[in-house]
């Protein structure tokens, strides 16, 4: 069997800010720079708007990593919004270790958004890192596996796989 078809390919999330991580990735696509396609984009206003949960629950639906794209340091279109992002990352670095995953899993990256092929490289960077980690061992079951487990008799919750609110019977 080639190794190829039995590679295992990360899933991973990367947020961005509006201003230079969402200008590197435009960049890069007028550029026509290639990156892995593994890579799922999140927006926000600017990385000073991470939150630890959104780190945390991106782990916990699965993703094997997770990394930001933030302004230079010094050069944050909020002011200092990506050194408060970046303290956030690392304290979320820190409960994911709690935890036990691996810290590597996490990272944040600073570039400009003349920059494509720094974006490119950590969408790589974190692709390859994460692919030597290994599968998140948090990842949930896939859906078919969640199937044929009520199927078998091993009935969890009835909706183990809703993410809202749970109704609370009267």
Known sequence: MNDDTNRFEPEITAF???YCGYMAA????ALSIQYPAN???VR???????DVRYILEAFEQ????VYFVACPLGNCHHVRGNERGRARIIRARQ???????DGGRLDMFFMSGSQARAF???ARTMTERVRKLGQNPLRPAPFHEQETSKADGNHEEENSGFRGRKVMAD
């Open 120 to 122: 490119a490289a950590a």
């Open 26 to 29: 435009d960049t890069a696509g």
């Open 16 to 18: 961005y800010c509006i």
């Open 62 to 65: 699965g993703a094997d990593g």
């Open 44 to 50: 926000l206003p600017c990385t000073g708007k991470t």
């Open 39 to 41: 890579v799922k984009f």
């Open 95 to 101: 409960i994911i270790e709690e935890i036990g995953l």
